[in-house]
């Protein structure tokens, strides 16, 4: 029994030691802890600039945080209404201008392919829920779009929207209500390929699985990761006067290395 038991820890030992020389950590969880850490790892602003859907301008650089901010290992986002004419947004549906706000992207894609077959995107987060406010943590394709993956978005109230988008018209949602989306929740996606094509895309809320989702088509595909607060829109009107604050730590991007 004691050299049955003996292998048995040896082998376990083994594998684990096997199963961690192929992980990489991509983004860890330390780059919030200073500005040269941030912008080590991740861009400010969306790749694509300033406007995203709804009515929030993004302004953030290495020069200017006064919407995109750090004090103890958080990432503060913050959105500020203006009472100034600042035209409409550039991005569809064009609403007008009526807050500003922050968002970063990651400088490394996520892409499954053969050599990096598993990802794991995670943070923890205080997220704004009340009618006008709607932050994300999200995947877009660098490419085209969709492919897209949201791991948190809320839209003006307590519910998470964990989303995958195939094609504009296929897209699978799970939707779980949070309980005070305030405080901090740990929201992650566990991104695995499946075949030549296809991922298999598992959601997590507080470590508790919620969701598998098939993403057809996502294998070869490159994807930002993107964390930003959006005002208005699909979230309602009209929204807060008063700073939105939307709150992140302990983000954190791995994968797999075959």
């Not at 978005?153 to 929207?161: A, C, H, P, V």
């Not at 979230?235 to 290395?257: E, F, H, L, Q, W």
């Amino acid at each position: 029994m004691r050299i049955a038991v003996t292998v048995l820890a040896l082998l376990t030992a083994f594998a684990n030691t096997a199963y961690a020389a192929t992980w990489e950590d991509v983004v860890g969880t330390g780059s919030f802890g200073s500005y040269g850490a941030l912008e080590s790892e991740w861009n400010y602003r969306y790749p694509w600039g300033s406007d995203h859907k709804g009515s929030a301008r993004v302004y953030a650089s290495s020069s200017d945080h006064n919407h995109v901010s750090l004090s103890g290992g958080v990432l503060t986002v913050k959105a500020t209404r203006i009472s100034w004419d600042e035209g409409n947004s550039g991005a569809s549906p064009h609403l007008p201008i009526r807050y500003h706000s922050g968002a970063i992207h990651a400088k490394e894609h996520v892409v499954v392919t053969d050599q990096f077959p598993n990802w794991e995107v995670k943070g923890d987060f205080q997220a704004p829920s009340t009618r006008g406010t709607w932050p994300a943590f999200w995947l877009t394709g660098v490419n085209s779009w969709p492919p897209e993956s949201d791991i948190l978005e809320f839209k003006g109230d307590n519910r998470n929207w964990f989303n995958t988008f195939r094609t504009s018209s296929d897209v699978s949602t799970s939707t779980v209500a949070v309980s005070s989306p305030g405080s901090w929740h740990t929201y992650r996606a566990w991104m695995t390929k499946v075949n030549n094509t296809d991922v298999d895309i598992h959601y997590y809320l507080d470590g508790k699985w919620i969701a598998k989702h098939s993403a057809r088509n996502f294998v070869g595909r490159p994807l930002w990761v993107i964390t930003n607060l959006r005002m208005e829109g699909s979230s309602g009107s009209p929204g807060p006067t008063a700073d939105t604050v939307y709150r992140a730590r302990n983000v954190y991007i791995g994968r797999t290395r075959a």
